[in-house]
């Protein structure tokens, strides 16, 4: 089970940080990404972490803005995101999936298996 928390409102510029809880037994095998999907387009990938030293992949978009992390002991993966545009607004999702230990990380939604209900993010201008 992944829950996300922390969307909201807020001005170009601003900051928000997103929570993923997560079920998982330990964070280690998985890859958990975040995706996100604005109204009328398909939804995108955004960032991922996972494998023991917690490798990261983000979209270009992204690149310098958004951070992710986790906390394995909470067993939550977070992502800040700084700098924030208009262009960074819709729903943003948390999802995981198996293998990253030895695995690559991707930012494809088919390949995740588990995803949560989602936050919404709107960014005014």
Known sequence: ???ESGGGLVQ??????LSCATSLGSLDPYFVGWFRQ????EREGVSCIGGIEGRTL???????????SRDNAKKTVYLQMNSLKPEDT???YCAAVGGAIGGI?????????YWGQ???VTVSS
Request: avoid cysteine.
């Open 1 to 3: 089970q992944l829950v």
């Open 12 to 17: 170009s510029g601003g900051s928000l940080r």
């Open 38 to 41: 604005a109204p009328g387009k």
């Open 58 to 68: 983000y979209a270009e978009s992204v690149k310098g803005r958004f951070t992710v």
């Open 90 to 92: 819709g729903v943003y």
């Open 105 to 113: 990380p991707t930012l494809r939604p088919g390949w995740y298996d």
């Open 118 to 120: 989602g936050t919404q």
